[in-house]
T-cell receptor
Framework: KAGVTQTPRYLIKTRGQQVTLSCSPISGHRSVSWYQQTPGQGLQFLFEYFSETQRNKGNFPGRFSGRQFSNSRSEMNVSTLELGDSALYLC?????????????FGPGTRLTVL | GNSVTQMEGPVTLSEEAFLTINCTYTATGYPSLFWYVQYPGEGLQLLLKATKADDKGSNKGFEATYRKETTSFHLEKGSVQVSDSAVYFCALSDHGTTGNQFYFGTGTSLTVIP
């Protein structure tokens, strides 16, 4: 079974631009979560989607948004990019999103904001 | 609230040495506990998990026991190899919350030298 895939793997943007990242979960997984990983802050939860609905949200500004499609694929969007948005963005999927479910992570998208 | 406190790194060990990485948690509900490993340039991979008190997770020679009385989930391996060099993350997922929100420790970098 194919793992979680994320596209693109690398992105370079300039301040003020917007960016869209894509995540395809493992087949049959309906929950998709997004995380931001930086050396200073570690792994921080952005949001979780299940059945096209945002179910949980972390403490990030409204510039960070996401959505999930009927096939469980998910996108996250960051508008008005800031230098501090440079990070590795990780997507993870799980079957139902229950507390005991394992999350399976993709390889991440490395975003660099200049 | 929920949080994970993980042993600070970096940790450097000689091959075949014994490894312990400490992890303690705070949770409002009944969490599942996980150890993930991240190799350079990759996403996180599940190493092991435990879903209730006194459970022991094990994989690839690594072990961790869910200790509710000490709110701990320490990672151990009896004899490390060079290939174990990576960053290790302790995480919890609270059964009591809706959805699958993981709380991660800051990560412990392990380097094993021949």
């Amino acid at each position: 079974k194919a793992g979680v895939t994320q596209t693109p793997r690398y992105l370079i943007k300039t301040r003020g631009q917007q960016v869209t990242l894509s995540c395809s979960p493992i087949s049959g997984h309906r929950s998709v979560s997004w995380y931001q990983q930086t050396p200073g802050q570690g792994l921080q939860f952005l949001f979780e989607y299940f059945s096209e609905t945002q179910r949980n949200k972390g403490n990030f500004p409204g510039r960070f948004s996401g959505r999930q499609f009927s096939n469980s694929r998910s996108e996250m969007n960051v508008s008005t990019l800031e230098l501090g948005d440079s990070a590795l963005y990780l997507c993870a999927s799980s079957i139902t999103g229950a507390g005991s479910d394992t999350q399976y992570f993709g390889p991440g998208t490395r975003l660099t904001v200049l | 609230g929920n949080s994970v406190t993980q042993m600070e790194g970096p940790v450097t060990l000689s091959e075949e040495a014994f490894l312990t990485i400490n992890c303690t948690y705070t949770a409002t509900g009944y969490p599942s506990l996980f150890w993930y490993v991240q190799y350079p340039g990759e996403g996180l991979q599940l190493l092991l998990k435990a879903t209730k008190a006194d459970d022991k997770g094990s994989n690839k020679g690594f072990e961790a026991t869910y200790r509710k009385e000490t709110t701990s989930f320490h990672l151990e391996k009896g004899s490390v190899q060079v290939s174990d060099s990576a960053v290790y993350f302790c995480a919890l997922s609270d059964h009591g919350t809706t959805g699958n929100q993981f709380y991660f420790g800051t990560g412990t970098s392990l380097t094993v030298i021949p």
